[in-house]
């Protein structure tokens, strides 16, 4: 089994993979997984995107790297969607013991859209979800 770990580079996504290390049970590894929204509303679409899929990598990189050295066993993945669609399906595809996400994200749009992805995740996940703050 797994935990998976929304994560954005925040604040508030290092905090959710530091309870994962706490919150997993022995020999669970801990899946790492940024999602590069996509803009979904036809006004938005003429913004770029603030994260490029390669700083993404780097993000993810960095917090396996974390882990690692705390001796947790870890991967990273990127992928680009709908951010709380994706969480639940790959948490779905994984199946997932849990699922920890931050309550907001980076920036004035991430803020907002993070918290709503977290409320969109404890509302229609088949597992227990963990937002932390």
């Known amino acids: 089994m797994t935990v998976l770990v929304a994560y954005d580079g925040s604040d508030d996504s290092d905090k959710a993979v530091e309870r994962a290390i706490a919150a997993r049970n022995e020999g669970e590894s801990v899946i790492i997984l940024f ?3 996509k ?3 036809k006004a938005l679409e003429a913004i770029p ?3 490029s ?4 990598q780097e993000f993810v990189n960095a917090a396996v790297r974390k882990l690692s050295q705390r001796g947790v066993t870890s991967i990273g993945v990127v992928r680009e969607g709908n951010v ?3 969480i639940l399906d790959f948490a779905h595809e994984l199946d997932c013991s849990m699922i920890i996400v931050g309550s907001k994200g980076t920036g004035k ?3 907002f859209a993070l918290g709503s992805v977290a409320d969109k995740v404890m509302r229609h996940a088949d597992r227990p979800v963990l937002v932390v703050r």
């Open 84 to 86: 709380a669609e994706e």
């Open 49 to 51: 995107s603030e994260v």
């Open 35 to 37: 999602v590069i929204p």
């Open 109 to 111: 749009v991430g803020r």
């Open 39 to 41: 803009a979904f509303i």
């Open 53 to 56: 899929h390669h700083k993404a």
